[in-house]
Nanobody
Framework: QVRLVESGGGLVQAGESLKLSCATT????????MGWFRRAPGENREFVAA????????FYGDSVKGRFTISRDNAKRTAYLQMDSLQSEDTAVYYC????????????????WGQGTQVTVSS
């Protein structure tokens, strides 16, 4: 059974950084694309970042380009999202997702999702 568990969320001040982690079990991790999405209160789910299993293909949403960095450690079966220069608009629940096709992750059609971790940025 595939399981994704996010961690690392919290409350920070604007301009600060956070690093989210997504630990996985039950899948051939290095063969799966990983991604991050977020949902702010009253808003639609928004694509944040995605990375292919080999790390060669990386995608970012326009609102986070240059501030957020996705990475992965295939030995630890864990994906990460480094978030720098956080702004109040980044406040949301952040979800990780995975699928054997990275494009499905990027486009929001991943087969597996985590439960989410709350990130709150105060201004």
């Amino acid at each position: 059974q595939v399981r994704l568990v996010e961690s690392g969320g919290g409350l920070v001040q604007a301009g600060e950084s956070l690093k989210l982690s997504c630990a996985t079990t039950g899948l051939a991790f290095s063969a799966y694309g990983m991604g991050w999405f977020r949902r702010a209160p009253g808003e639609n789910r928004e694509f944040v970042a995605a990375m292919s299993g080999d790390g060669e293909r990386i995608f970012y949403g326009d609102s986070v380009k240059g501030r957020f960095t996705i990475s992965r450690d295939n030995a630890k079966r864990t994906a990460y999202l480094q978030m720098d220069s956080l702004q109040s608009e980044d406040t949301a629940v952040y979800y990780c997702a995975t699928d054997s096709l990275t494009t499905r992750v990027r486009d929001g059609y991943a087969n597996h999702w985590g439960q989410g971790t709350q990130v709150t940025v105060s201004s």
